[in-house]
C-alpha cells in the first residue's frame, strides 16, 4: 500500500510538471531577502524572472500586522520559502536554522525534544504567535509539536537583548511564528504529506477560500503519529512505549471592513497522546530494537488544548498601526507513570494539572519622521488547577513595554527600550538598547545590552526549596554580531553573553528500592553563565550551494545544567539547478549534523524540564547524577527536492546515511538509518 501511494504522487507530481507553463518562476521567487539563506538561485537561461501562467498571482498578501521587531529590523527571520526547501519534521527542525541553536533530541518522533537558544532552554525561551505567547505556563515551556509549521509565513528570534520585551515571563529569549494570512480571490488548497518508517507519518491540509463579500475562511487540520514497535521489559516481547499521535486543529474567519481595518476570529485545538520509555538499558542490545530492553514500559503523557482568540488590526491614523488581541486559552496535562502498579521497582505517579487564562495583548505603533515608536500591554489572569501546590493557585501578570528607535541618515538605527511587569503584586522591571550600524549595502554591524528582572514559574515557585525566599532572577545580556549579504553570499558571526544570578535549576532525589527516579523534587538557585560564537555561512558557487551554522559555547561550570555540547554544527552541501524548461528547481545533497561532547542528562517529562543533579541525603548537598561524558557524534543524510512551477515540491531523505550508532541524551538511540519521502502541494479550487 505504501509503495503504491508513493508512486501514485511521484506519477501525479511529473504530470503536473509536465503540463505547467514554461515560463521561469525561480529567480524572483528564491530572490526575498532572508536572514538565513543566499538570496539567489539564477538559472542558466538567463532568465528576467518571467513567471508566465503563476497561479500564485491569485494570492494577496496581507499579513495581520508587522512582526515584532519591525522598528529596528535587527531580528533573525526565516521566511517559508527558504524552510520549505530544507529537511524538517516539525517546527523544532526550523529552530535548528537559527543562530546559536541545539536540539536535545531523544531519537524519535513525537518525543518532548528541547530546543536550546543562546545556550538556555526550557524555563528561559517563550514562544509566541502574532505576538501572544503560548507557552506552557505550568512549566514555562513549550512542546513545540504543539506549532504547525505549514501555518506560518516566517518566524522570527528577538535579538537576545530585547527578547524579554515580547515575554509576559520575561524569558530572555523569544520566538515569534507569523502566520500566512493568505487573502485569494478563489479557493486556495495546500497540502503537505510525508512518510517514513516505524510508521511514522504526517499531514497537513490547509482550505482558504473568500465567502461573501469581505469575508474569509482559513481551515487547518495537521495529524502527526508514529507506531515503533519492538524492545522488551523483564524478558517479555513488548510495546517499545514510543506510541504517538497529535492532531492540530486551526480555523479563522476574517472580515475586512476596510483596506486598513480588520478582525479576526480564530480557534485552535490540539490533543497529543506520547509515550515515554525513558530511553534503553546501556548495553550491547541497547541500538537494536527487537532486543533492547526500555526503562519504563508504562509509562506516557496526554495533553489536550483549547483557544478561542478575537484580533483587531487596523491603521487608525497614518503611520500609526494598532493591534488587539483577546483570547481564552485551557491546558489540560496528564502524566501517568505506572498507573496500575505492575512494575514493583517504578514509583507509582498519576498527575494532573490543568490551567486556563484569560488573557488582552496590545500593541500600538507610531512612524514620525525619523522616529518610531512601540508600546505594548499585555494581562493575563491565569487560574491554576494542580496537586503541586494548595495555594498560589491564581495569577495576575500585566507587562508594559515600550520600544523607542530612530533611523539616522539610513546609517544608523539605534534603539532604547523598557518593561515594568507586575505578578501578584511583585514588580519586574528591566531596560536596555541596542544599535544597528549599516557599512554599505552588503555589511552591517549590530549590538546590543539589557537588565531585567525576571519571575520563577508556578512549578519553580512551589519547590524552590531553602531558596524559598528568592523572589527574582536577574540577568544580564549582551549580543554582538556582524552580517554581510549579497546575491551569492550570505554570513554572520556573533557573540553572546547572559548571566542570570538566580538560576532554578531542578534536582532528582533517589528513592529506595526503585531503577530510576526522574522526577525532580525540589529546585535551587545558582549563577548561570552563558558565553558563545556562531558562524553562519550560506555560500553559492555555480551550481552548488554551501551551508553551516555553527555554535561554539565557551566552558564554564554551569554548561552541564542543560548538558550543552562544546560545539554543534549542521548544514549542507548541495548540487542546486533549473531544469525542463525551468520547470523544476533541484535541490540535492548531503545534510550533515555534528555535535561535540556532552555532560549527563536527566528528563522529568511530567515538569518538562532536564535535571543534572541528584540531592545528597546525607549532607542536604547536590551530587551530578553521573559522571559520564556523552562523546560527539556526527550524521549525514543524503536530501534531495525538486519544486515544481512552484506549487509543488517533492522530497526524498536518505536518513543516517552511514547508519551511525549514537545518542544525544542517555540512553536515547538516535534515529537508525530509513527512508523519507514527502510531498508538498499547493493548488485553486
Given at each position: 500500500?505504501?509503495?503504491?501511494l508513493?508512486?501514485?504522487?511521484i506519477?501525479?507530481?511529473?504530470?503536473?510538471?509536465?503540463?505547467?507553463?514554461?515560463?521561469s518562476?525561480?529567480p524572483d521567487?528564491?530572490?526575498q531577502?532572508?536572514t538565513?539563506k543566499i538570496?539567489?538561485f539564477?538559472?542558466d537561461s538567463g532568465s528576467n524572472?518571467?513567471?508566465?501562467q503563476d497561479s500564485?498571482?491569485?494570492l494577496?498578501?496581507?499579513?495581520?500586522?508587522?512582526?515584532?521587531?519591525s522598528?529596528s529590523?535587527?531580528?533573525e527571520?526565516?521566511?517559508?520559502n527558504?524552510f520549505?526547501l530544507n529537511?524538517?519534521r516539525?517546527?523544532?527542525?526550523?529552530?535548528?536554522l537559527l543562530?546559536?541553536?541545539?536540539l536535545?533530541?531523544f531519537?524519535s518522533a513525537?518525543?518532548?525534544?528541547?530546543?536550546?537558544?543562546y545556550g538556555?532552554?526550557n524555563g528561559?525561551i517563550s514562544?509566541?504567535?502574532?505576538?501572544?505567547?503560548?507557552n506552557?505556563?505550568?512549566y514555562?515551556?513549550l512542546?513545540?509539536?504543539?506549532?504547525?509549521?505549514?501555518?506560518?509565513d516566517?518566524?522570527e528570534?528577538?535579538?537576545?537583548?530585547s527578547?524579554f520585551l515580547?515575554?509576559s515571563?520575561?524569558?530572555p529569549?523569544?520566538?515569534n511564528?507569523?502566520?500566512?494570512?493568505?487573502?485569494?480571490d478563489r479557493?486556495?488548497?495546500r497540502?503537505?504529506f510525508?512518510q517514513?518508517?516505524s510508521?511514522e507519518?504526517?499531514i497537513?491540509?490547509i482550505?482558504?477560500?473568500?465567502?461573501?463579500g469581505k469575508?474569509?475562511l482559513y481551515?487547518?487540520v495537521t495529524?502527526y503519529s508514529a507506531?515503533?514497535?519492538?524492545?522488551?521489559?523483564e524478558?517479555?516481547?513488548?510495546d517499545?512505549?514510543?506510541?504517538?499521535?497529535l492532531?492540530?486543529?486551526t480555523?479563522?474567519?476574517?472580515?475586512?471592513?476596510?483596506?486598513?481595518m480588520?478582525i479576526v476570529?480564530s480557534?485552535?485545538h490540539?490533543?497529543e497522546?506520547?509515550e515515554?520509555?525513558?530511553g534503553?538499558v546501556n548495553n550491547?542490545?541497547?541500538?537494536?530494537?527487537?532486543a533492547?530492553?526500555?526503562?519504563?514500559?508504562d509509562r506516557?503523557k496526554?495533553?489536550?488544548?483549547n483557544?478561542f482568540?478575537l484580533d483587531?488590526?487596523?491603521?487608525?491614523l497614518?503611520?500609526?498601526?494598532t493591534?488587539v488581541t483577546?483570547?481564552?486559552r485551557d491546558?489540560?496535562d496528564?502524566?501517568?507513570?505506572?498507573?496500575d502498579?505492575?512494575?514493583s521497582n517504578?514509583?507509582k505517579i498519576?498527575s494532573?494539572?490543568s490551567h486556563a487564562i484569560?488573557?488582552?495583548?496590545a500593541?500600538q505603533k507610531?512612524?514620525?519622521?525619523?522616529m518610531?515608536?512601540?508600546?505594548a500591554?499585555?494581562?493575563?489572569s491565569i487560574n491554576?488547577?494542580?496537586?503541586?501546590?494548595?495555594?498560589?493557585d491564581?495569577?495576575?501578570?500585566?507587562?508594559?513595554?515600550?520600544?523607542l528607535?530612530f533611523?539616522?541618515?539610513?546609517y544608523?538605527?539605534?534603539?532604547?527600550?523598557a518593561?515594568?511587569?507586575?505578578l501578584n503584586?511583585?514588580q519586574?522591571s528591566?531596560a536596555?538598547?541596542?544599535?544597528?550600524?549599516v557599512?554599505?549595502d552588503?555589511f552591517?554591524?549590530f549590538?546590543?545590552i539589557?537588565?531585567f528582572?525576571?519571575p520563577?514559574?508556578?512549578?519553580e515557585?512551589?519547590l524552590l526549596?531553602?531558596?524559598?525566599?528568592?523572589k527574582?532572577?536577574?540577568?544580564n545580556?549582551?549580543e554582538i554580531?556582524?552580517?554581510?549579504?549579497?546575491?551569492y553570499?550570505t554570513g554572520?558571526?556573533?557573540y553572546?553573553?547572559l548571566k542570570?544570578?538566580n538560576y532554578a535549576?531542578?534536582?532528582?532525589?533517589?528513592?529506595?528500592?526503585t531503577?530510576?527516579n526522574?522526577?525532580?523534587s525540589?529546585?535551587?538557585t545558582t549563577?548561570l553563565?552563558?558565553?558563545?560564537?556562531n558562524l553562519?555561512v550560506?555560500l553559492?558557487l555555480?551550481k552548488i550551494?554551501l551551508?553551516?551554522?555553527?555554535?561554539?559555547?565557551?566552558?564554564?561550570?554551569?554548561r552541564?545544567?542543560?548538558?550543552l555540547?562544546?560545539y554543534n554544527?549542521?548544514?549542507?552541501v548541495y548540487?542546486?539547478?533549473t531544469?525542463?524548461n525551468?520547470n523544476?528547481?533541484?535541490?540535492a545533497?548531503?545534510?550533515?549534523?555534528?555535535n561535540?561532547?556532552k555532560?549527563?542528562?536527566a528528563?522529568?517529562?511530567e515538569?518538562?524540564?532536564p535535571a543534572?543533579?541528584?540531592i545528597?541525603?546525607?549532607?542536604g548537598?547536590?551530587?551530578l547524577?553521573?559522571?559520564?561524558v556523552?562523546?560527539s557524534?556526527?550524521?549525514?543524510d543524503?536530501?534531495?527536492?525538486?519544486?515544481?512551477?512552484?506549487?509543488?515540491?517533492?522530497?526524498?531523505?536518505?536518513?543516517n546515511l552511514?547508519?551511525?550508532?549514537?545518542?544525544?541524551l542517555p540512553?536515547?538511540?538516535?534515529?537508525?538509518?530509513?527512508?523519507?519521502?514527502?510531498?508538498s502541494?499547493e493548488?485553486?479550487?
Amino acid at each position: 500500500m505504501k509503495n503504491q501511494l508513493v508512486t501514485t504522487c511521484i506519477l501525479l507530481l511529473v504530470f503536473i510538471a509536465a503540463n505547467q507553463s514554461s515560463g521561469s518562476m525561480f529567480p524572483d521567487y528564491y530572490r526575498q531577502r532572508d536572514t538565513t539563506k543566499i538570496h539567489t538561485f539564477e538559472s542558466d537561461s538567463g532568465s528576467n524572472g518571467d513567471h508566465g501562467q503563476d497561479s500564485l498571482n491569485h494570492l494577496i498578501r496581507q499579513p495581520s500586522y508587522s512582526p515584532l521587531n519591525s522598528g529596528s529590523g535587527n531580528a533573525e527571520v526565516i521566511n517559508s520559502n527558504t524552510f520549505s526547501l530544507n529537511d524538517y519534521r516539525y517546527s523544532a527542525n526550523i529552530i535548528e536554522l537559527l543562530p546559536y541553536s541545539f536540539l536535545q533530541n531523544f531519537g524519535s518522533a513525537g518525543q518532548p525534544n528541547e530546543s536550546i537558544l543562546y545556550g538556555v532552554g526550557n524555563g528561559s525561551i517563550s514562544f509566541s504567535i502574532n505576538g501572544v505567547e503560548v507557552n506552557n505556563l505550568f512549566y514555562n515551556s513549550l512542546d513545540l509539536h504543539f506549532i504547525q509549521s505549514e501555518s506560518y509565513d516566517s518566524l522570527e528570534l528577538m535579538p537576545l537583548s530585547s527578547g524579554f520585551l515580547f515575554s509576559s515571563v520575561n524569558n530572555p529569549v523569544h520566538v515569534n511564528f507569523i502566520p500566512r494570512r493568505l487573502l485569494t480571490d478563489r479557493p486556495f488548497s495546500r497540502i503537505r504529506f510525508y512518510q517514513a518508517s516505524s510508521e511514522e507519518g504526517f499531514i497537513d491540509v490547509i482550505f482558504n477560500a473568500p465567502l461573501f463579500g469581505k469575508t474569509n475562511l482559513y481551515a487547518e487540520v495537521t495529524n502527526y503519529s508514529a507506531e515503533p514497535r519492538g524492545g522488551k521489559s523483564e524478558g517479555t516481547d513488548t510495546d517499545y512505549n514510543t506510541d504517538f499521535s497529535l492532531w492540530n486543529v486551526t480555523s479563522r474567519l476574517r472580515y475586512d471592513f476596510d483596506e486598513t481595518m480588520h478582525i479576526v476570529g480564530s480557534y485552535y485545538h490540539s490533543k497529543e497522546n506520547v509515550e515515554l520509555n525513558g530511553g534503553v538499558v546501556n548495553n550491547e542490545d541497547m541500538y537494536d530494537n527487537l532486543a533492547a530492553t526500555v526503562i519504563y514500559p508504562d509509562r506516557h503523557k496526554r495533553i489536550s488544548i483549547n483557544e478561542f482568540s478575537l484580533d483587531f488590526n487596523a491603521a487608525l491614523l497614518r503611520n500609526a498601526n494598532t493591534h488587539v488581541t483577546a483570547y481564552y486559552r485551557d491546558v489540560n496535562d496528564e502524566y501517568w507513570q505506572n498507573s496500575d502498579s505492575s512494575y514493583s521497582n517504578i514509583p507509582k505517579i498519576v498527575s494532573e494539572n490543568s490551567h486556563a487564562i484569560y488573557g488582552i495583548t496590545a500593541r500600538q505603533k507610531l512612524a514620525y519622521s525619523i522616529m518610531e515608536i512601540d508600546v505594548a500591554a499585555d494581562y493575563k489572569s491565569i487560574n491554576y488547577d494542580s496537586g503541586m501546590s494548595s495555594t498560589n493557585d491564581n495569577e495576575n501578570i500585566f507587562a508594559l513595554s515600550s520600544d523607542l528607535s530612530f533611523n539616522l541618515l539610513d546609517y544608523v538605527f539605534p534603539s532604547v527600550f523598557a518593561k515594568t511587569l507586575n505578578l501578584n503584586k511583585i514588580q519586574f522591571s528591566g531596560a536596555g538598547a541596542d544599535c544597528r550600524f549599516v557599512l554599505g549595502d552588503d555589511f552591517s554591524l549590530f549590538g546590543g545590552i539589557s537588565f531585567f528582572e525576571k519571575p520563577f514559574s508556578f512549578v519553580e515557585r512551589n519547590l524552590l526549596g531553602k531558596d524559598i525566599t528568592i523572589k527574582k532572577q536577574k540577568v544580564n545580556t549582551l549580543e554582538i554580531k556582524g552580517m554581510y549579504s549579497d546575491n551569492y553570499l550570505t554570513g554572520s558571526i556573533g557573540y553572546f553573553y547572559l548571566k542570570n544570578d538566580n538560576y532554578a535549576y531542578g534536582l532528582l532525589r533517589t528513592m529506595p528500592d526503585t531503577i530510576v527516579n526522574n522526577s525532580i523534587s525540589e529546585f535551587r538557585t545558582t549563577v548561570l553563565e552563558r558565553t558563545g560564537l556562531n558562524l553562519k555561512v550560506d555560500l553559492k558557487l555555480w551550481k552548488i550551494l554551501l551551508t553551516n551554522n555553527l555554535n561554539y559555547y565557551i566552558s564554564n561550570n554551569t554548561r552541564v545544567m542543560n548538558s550543552l555540547p562544546d560545539y554543534n554544527m549542521i548544514g549542507g552541501v548541495y548540487y542546486i539547478d533549473t531544469l525542463f524548461n525551468s520547470n523544476l528547481f533541484l535541490k540535492a545533497g548531503i545534510n550533515f549534523r555534528i555535535n561535540g561532547d556532552k555532560s549527563f542528562l536527566a528528563y522529568d517529562f511530567e515538569k518538562s524540564l532536564p535535571a543534572a543533579f541528584v540531592i545528597d541525603e546525607v549532607n542536604g548537598g547536590r551530587n551530578l547524577i553521573s559522571n559520564e561524558v556523552i562523546p560527539s557524534s556526527f550524521q549525514l543524510d543524503l536530501f534531495v527536492s525538486g519544486t515544481i512551477q512552484r506549487n509543488a515540491i517533492v522530497y526524498i531523505v536518505f536518513e543516517n546515511l552511514l547508519d551511525n550508532k549514537y545518542y544525544l541524551l542517555p540512553y536515547y538511540p538516535m534515529f537508525p538509518q530509513g527512508f523519507r519521502f514527502g510531498v508538498s502541494w499547493e493548488f485553486f479550487d
